[in-house]
């Protein structure tokens, strides 16, 4: 249930939306919402309200070498931003 969350999404935005109980996670291609907020409520011990969830493609990306210009690309990715009962908060730098 854990590889469901990847990762925190920290920007300056979602640090602001903090204050009204939501949190963004990158999330698994895969993953439901159901899915995504029972991996929530079990990793931090909070309540979730709702789930929103957005699927990114990746970006084009060329790389410059010596050999010349080598196409790529980023891989897709799915956000959630997850709203927690009001009260309840995840403080992400609590071992820092």
Request: hydrophobic share 40%; charged share 35%; net charge positive.
């Amino acid at each position: 249930m854990t590889a469901i969350l990847k990762r925190p999404l920290i920007t300056e935005k979602m640090t602001a939306k903090a204050d009204h109980g939501q949190y963004a996670f990158e999330v698994d291609l895969n993953a439901n919402k159901i899915e995504i907020a029972r991996a929530v409520e079990k990793k931090f011990n909070v309540t979730v309200m709702s789930v929103r969830t957005i699927r990114s493609k990746g970006k084009r990306k060329a790389q410059m070498t010596k050999r010349g210009r080598i196409p790529g690309r980023r891989s897709d990715f799915k956000k959630a931003i997850v709203t927690l009962k009001q009260g309840d908060k995840i403080d992400f730098f609590e071992n820092v």
